[in-house]
């Protein structure tokens, strides 16, 4: 895992995250992993039991939430906010790169706090990812019932 970008006080996202991480995302304090990436995605991923497994052994709260990019629904996005608003924090939110996690926090922020998906995509590039999409998938989002 390259390390964790912090978003805000709350939470950061990373990459797929190895077993080995999970004790050091204790050491720097993290309390919660929420995971967005589906098992399986691709050969040799670390499977989300194993990773509840160990983070349990460490002591951290672990959320396994599956998300495909291409595919968010205003549910998926609902459950984000809802598991990151229960989570003790700080919480690291991982996925293959860390981009799913980011356009899910972002369309909360979008959704439940009514923020500016542009102020989002532009702190999110000062923070090396790019969520150009944001603003038209928060737009289809909205539009749905």
Known sequence: MQGPV???D???VAGQIAPSDIAALK???FETIINNRPDNEEP???SADAA???AAKQGIAYVYQPVTTSAITKGDVTAFHHALSRATQPVLAHCR???RCYLLWGLSKIMFDNES???IVADAARNGYD?????ALAEKLQAEK
């Open 44 to 46: 040799g991923q670390y």
């Open 27 to 29: 050491q720097q304090g």
């Open 117 to 119: 998906p542009l102020a």
């Open 6 to 8: 912090r978003i805000n």
């Open 52 to 54: 509840q497994a160990e």
């Open 10 to 12: 709350q939470l950061s």
């Open 131 to 135: 969520l150009r999409s944001l603003p």
């Open 97 to 99: 790169s860390g981009t």
